[in-house]
């Protein structure tokens, strides 16, 4: 395949993740079968980990100790950004290779799944003009990087200031007293990290990688690792040439030695009526600190995503971390400031934290590590471990630790990395007739399999009803996470493949609705 050749996005069964093939191809691995490499984690890194080494021609499987996205990678910011914070902080680098990817998600790999998003930036007191002057530096600087990787500005548009009359259409919920101006800006936005993972393990497979999940892995050894299977509790051992250890927060537990510094991103969530149903995200800046602000993000289900922190995480990572009181009351406290009606936590109906896996470096604060990811090879077991980045340059991480593996690997055979010409299950294109009468959830949800996931209530027409009030999540979504996207339980739906799950009483509502689709869910 030449650089400017773009393959099809890949469709129909050899795309369905179920509880049936997870069966029969954790048997196939544990009768014996030996794959050129086994990813662990199915998070955005493992699962573009799986892709890039599938769509070169290696034998894959990826094991997973949970669901797919279940942790950092369900806790995003749920961006697709450039990265104009790094360049305030001289890492042209790790900005340059955000704009760059982001150019990919939005025009290759997954254009059903990144809108443009509209960034308002208020500037109130005098104080703030200094700030503001260098931040839209950054933003032009933005402009100029996203020109040159190839994204047209009717895509994104370039910044412009605006005055506070125009600022308050898109935020309609800042305060009017003392505003002065604003910049817009543009970034991308994703539908939703974990469709994001989904998407890429379900390409994945159709390549022809095994997608094992609710399987644990105790150990790793030089020829594969030994697993635990979740679902019976069985130990096993899983035959590999080569392991890549894609877990995140986590990878120190596999692999000693490797020493990170997590950072923990809190997030709140508001009813987005209660600032006014804004069209534009919101950036407050921080006063005397440049690069730092917190944002209020509309997102499509209705609601507001407030973030974000970057607070040091000290002992044992949990699987679900808790957003400190102290997190919250900072961001709250910092978004009121530029609020007509201040927020209180009584105005927050969900709450959760993402954990990113910063390599240690001896940075005074974990806002200073750099975000650019570190490729490890553990020299006792081979194993290679891919930690750091975040969720908008996964598939360069993927494409370096699998680099890697194949520059240590004489006994394996491997094409060149064609992932930037891979489009993601869904991505295919769509037409206006093809999805006559097709919910327009469905289609932001699954791109060009909407018409697909609708027929699949052809006999059950309720399906294309919301499954709680409130909501737009439809019950066909429920149907298609079973039978093609690896759901083996209703919390996997809840909380991975609909959202739902994060806020608690949409989630209680919901349970039930989820659980029928399995039987007997175990607690």
Same mark, same amino acid.
């Given at each position: 395949?030449? +650089?400017?050749?773009?393959?099809?996005?890949?469709?129909?069964?050899?795309?369905?993740?179920?509880?049936?093939?997870?069966?029969?191809?954790?048997?196939?691995?544990?009768?014996?079968?030996?794959?050129?490499?086994?990813?662990?984690?199915?998070?955005?890194?493992?699962?573009?980990?799986?892709?890039?080494?599938?769509?070169?021609?290696?034998?894959?499987?990826?094991?997973?100790?949970?669901?797919?996205?279940?942790?950092?990678?369900?806790?995003?910011?749920?961006?697709?950004?450039? /990265?104009?914070?790094?360049?305030?902080?001289?890492?042209?680098?790790?900005? $340059?290779?955000?704009?760059?990817?982001?150019?990919?998600?939005?025009?290759?790999?997954?254009?059903?799944?990144?809108?443009?998003?509209?960034?308002?930036?208020?500037?109130?007191?005098?104080?703030?003009?200094?700030?503001?002057?260098?931040?839209?530096?950054?933003?032009?600087?933005?402009?100029?990087?996203?020109?040159?990787?190839?994204? +047209?500005?009717?895509?994104?548009?370039?910044?412009?200031?605006?005055?506070?009359?125009?600022?308050?259409?898109?935020?309609?919920?800042?305060?009017?007293?003392?505003?002065?101006?604003?910049?817009?800006? $543009?970034? /991308?936005?994703?539908?939703?990290?974990?469709?994001?993972?989904?998407?890429?393990?379900?390409?994945?497979?159709?390549?022809?990688?095994?997608?094992?999940?609710?399987?644990?892995?105790?150990?790793?050894?030089?020829?594969?690792?030994?697993?635990?299977?979740?679902?019976?509790?069985?130990?096993?051992?899983?035959?590999?040439?080569?392991?890549?250890?894609?877990?995140?927060?986590?990878?120190?537990?596999?692999?000693?030695?490797?020493?990170?510094?997590?950072?923990?991103?809190?997030?709140?969530?508001?009813?987005?009526?209660?600032?006014?149903?804004?069209?534009?995200?919101?950036?407050?800046?921080?006063?005397?600190?440049?690069?730092?602000?917190?944002?209020?993000?509309?997102?499509?289900?209705?609601?507001?995503?407030?973030?974000?922190?970057?607070?040091?995480?000290?002992?044992?990572?949990?699987?679900? +971390?808790?957003?400190?009181?102290?997190?919250?009351?900072?961001?709250?406290?910092?978004?009121?400031?530029?609020?007509?009606?201040?927020?209180?936590?009584?105005?927050?109906?969900?709450?959760?934290?993402?954990?990113?896996?910063?390599?240690?470096?001896?940075?005074?604060?974990?806002?200073?590590?750099?975000?650019?990811?570190?490729?490890?090879?553990?020299?006792? &077991?081979?194993?290679?471990?891919?930690?750091?980045?975040?969720?908008?340059?996964?598939?360069?991480?993927?494409?370096?630790?699998?680099?890697?593996?194949?520059?240590?690997?004489?006994?394996? &055979?491997?094409?060149?990395?064609?992932?930037?010409?891979?489009?993601?299950?869904?991505?295919? +294109?769509?037409?206006?007739?093809?999805?006559?009468?097709?919910?327009?959830?469905?289609?932001?949800?699954?791109?060009?399999?909407?018409?697909?996931?609708?027929?699949?209530?052809?006999?059950?027409?309720?399906?294309?009803?919301?499954?709680?009030?409130?909501?737009?999540?439809? /019950?066909?979504?429920?149907?298609?996470?079973?039978?093609?996207?690896?759901?083996?339980?209703?919390?996997?739906?809840?909380?991975?493949?609909?959202?739902?799950?994060?806020?608690?009483?949409?989630?209680?509502?919901?349970?039930?609705?989820?659980?029928?689709?399995? /039987?007997?869910?175990?607690?």
């Amino acid at each position: 395949m030449s +650089p400017q050749t773009v393959a099809a996005a890949p469709s129909g069964p050899s795309t369905f993740l179920n509880a049936a093939r997870r069966s029969a191809e954790l048997e196939a691995l544990v009768d014996g079968e030996t794959v050129d490499v086994l990813v662990i984690g199915g998070g955005v890194t493992g699962a573009g980990v799986a892709l890039d080494a599938a769509t070169r021609g290696l034998s894959v499987a990826l094991v997973e100790r949970q669901d797919l996205a279940s942790g950092t990678s369900r806790f995003s910011s749920k961006l697709a950004h450039g /990265g104009i914070r790094y360049l305030a902080k001289g890492q042209l680098g790790v900005a $340059w290779e955000s704009a760059s990817e982001r150019h990919l998600l939005s025009t290759v790999t997954a254009p059903h799944l990144v809108r443009a998003m509209p960034i308002v930036t208020p500037v109130y007191a005098r104080s703030e003009e200094k700030i503001a002057k260098l931040t839209e530096v950054g933003f032009r600087m933005g402009d100029k990087m996203r020109a040159a990787v190839g994204t +047209p500005s009717s895509r994104l548009p370039s910044t412009r200031r605006i005055g506070a009359a125009e600022t308050r259409l898109w935020a309609p919920g800042l305060n009017a007293a003392g505003l002065r101006r604003a910049l817009l800006s $543009w970034d /991308g936005q994703l539908e939703d990290d974990a469709r994001l993972v989904t998407a890429l393990a379900r390409t994945a497979a159709s390549y022809g990688a095994r997608v094992i999940t609710r399987c644990a892995v105790r150990a790793i050894e030089r020829g594969g690792v030994q697993v635990q299977d979740g679902l019976t509790g069985l130990h096993h051992e899983i035959r590999a040439r080569r392991v890549i250890n894609a877990t995140g927060v986590w990878a120190g537990e596999l692999i000693p030695g490797i020493e990170l510094a997590p950072s923990q991103g809190s997030h709140l969530l508001i009813d987005a009526a209660r600032l006014g149903n804004p069209r534009a995200m919101t950036n407050v800046m921080l006063p005397g600190v440049l690069g730092r602000v917190v944002f209020v993000i509309p997102r499509p289900d209705n609601l507001l995503l407030v973030g974000l922190t970057d607070t040091p995480v000290d002992g044992p990572i949990e699987d679900e +971390p808790a957003v400190p009181a102290a997190d919250e009351a900072y961001l709250l406290d910092a978004v009121s400031r530029v609020l007509e009606t201040p927020l209180s936590s009584g105005d927050v109906v969900g709450r959760f934290a993402g954990l990113r896996p910063l390599l240690r470096s001896g940075a005074d604060s974990t806002a200073d590590i750099s975000r650019r990811h570190t490729v490890l090879e553990d020299p006792s &077991t081979g194993a290679i471990t891919v930690v750091g980045g975040k969720l908008t340059t996964y598939r360069r991480m993927a494409q370096d630790a699998v680099d890697l593996l194949v520059r240590r690997s004489q006994d394996l &055979t491997a094409g060149p990395c064609i992932t930037a010409q891979t489009p993601l299950v869904g991505a295919g +294109p769509v037409s206006p007739a093809q999805n006559h009468n097709v919910p327009a959830v469905l289609v932001r949800h699954f791109g060009s399999e909407a018409a697909e996931i609708a027929a699949l209530a052809a006999d059950r027409p309720e399906l294309l009803q919301p499954v709680i009030d409130g909501s737009e999540v439809l /019950g066909v979504e429920f149907e298609a996470a079973v039978e093609r996207e690896g759901a083996l339980q209703g919390d996997d739906i809840l909380d991975r493949r609909t959202r739902l799950g994060l806020v608690p009483a949409r989630r209680a509502a919901a349970q039930a609705s989820a659980d029928e689709f399995f /039987g007997a869910v175990p607690a």
